[in-house]
């Protein structure tokens, strides 16, 4: 990233004044400045989903976090936006706010040994910099939920204005297995987006795409809509995306962005069910 330009929609970049493990995003999704930590240095995951746009990703576990560097990063950084020029120097104008502080990164967050160290840090330094109106979000694949130190984790989230986005895209065995490439059922998913829902609020987020120019098909939109509506009482809402960029994957090569009009009906048929749910490319 370059450091002398506003950040944009499109810099993404995980590396920001020679920070290792926070990077500042203008988010389309957040309207406003968000505040991202990767535990993630590695690019390990323990998915690979095929419109993943980390470069290098590789299966496995995250290595532990050099903790002095993490705490000293956000740190900087927050003080940096709070007391400091940070915004009114890099996020154009129109998005000078802080939305929140986003633990999202070249990987699954929960698989990070680190992961409960990390939620403590914030609330410390969320409480150190008087941050009630910034959010904390967690951008989870969800498939550590069950381990009771995550679940401490979202418990301490929970406390600091906090949300995560539970990532369901597909619902039957054959299409989680063809889109995030690992084995399991809707019935584990569940079992795990219940207890989540339980601890935090709990948004679920979808990726669709299309794929050799062949959008979704009728009845993988129609396994998502019936297990949204199953899980009707136990979620905040739905958060529909598309891949903004092109995927990292060579398994994601054929993939590109529905269109608006296709993210417009699915949001429909979601907000008809009368849930909360929007959506962006
Ligand atoms: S869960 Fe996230 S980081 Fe992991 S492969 Fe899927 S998109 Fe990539």
Redesign the pocket.
């Known amino acids: 990233m370059d450091k002398q330009q506003h950040l944009t929609y499109e810099n993404h970049s995980r590396y920001f004044a020679d920070c290792r493990y926070i990077y500042p995003v203008v988010s389309r999704r957040s309207q406003g400045l968000s505040l991202g930590i990767n535990l993630n240095l590695n690019n390990a995951?323990n998915?690979?989903?095929v419109y993943?746009q980390?470069e290098g990703?590789v299966r496995g576990n995250p290595d532990p976090v050099d903790r002095d560097v993490l705490v000293a990063e956000l740190d900087f950084m927050l003080n940096w936006i709070v007391n400091g020029d940070f915004i009114q120097q890099f996020a154009p104008i129109g998005l000078q706010r802080f939305n929140d502080i986003c633990l999202a990164g070249?990987?699954?967050p929960t698989l990070s040994p680190d992961f409960n160290f990390v939620c403590d840090v914030i609330a410390k330094l969320r409480a150190k910099y008087n941050l009630q109106e910034v959010k904390t979000v967690l951008i989870t694949?969800g498939s550590q939920i069950h381990n009771p130190q995550v679940q401490e984790g979202l418990k301490t989230l929970a406390l600091l204005n906090g949300e995560i986005w539970f990532?369901v895209d597909r619902v039957s065995k054959t299409d989680i297995l063809a889109v995030?490439q690992v084995a399991l059922s809707s019935d584990s998913i569940s079992k795990r987006l219940k207890i989540a829902a339980g601890l935090i609020t709990t948004y679920i987020q979808s990726c669709w795409f299309s794929n050799n120019g062949n959008n979704p098909s009728q009845s993988e939109l129609d396994d998502f809509i019936q297990f949204i509506s199953a899980h009707q009482e136990f979620i905040a809402g739905v958060l529909l995306y598309s891949t903004a960029r092109q995927p990292a994957l060579a398994e994601g090569g054929n993939i590109t962005q529905v269109s608006l009009e296709f993210l417009q009906q699915l949001n429909q048929r979601i907000l008809d069910l009368g849930i909360y749910s929007r959506y962006h490319v």
Request: charged share 25%; proline share 0%; net charge positive.
């Open positions: 995951c998915w690979r989903c993943c980390v990703l070249n990987g699954e694949n990532k995030n």
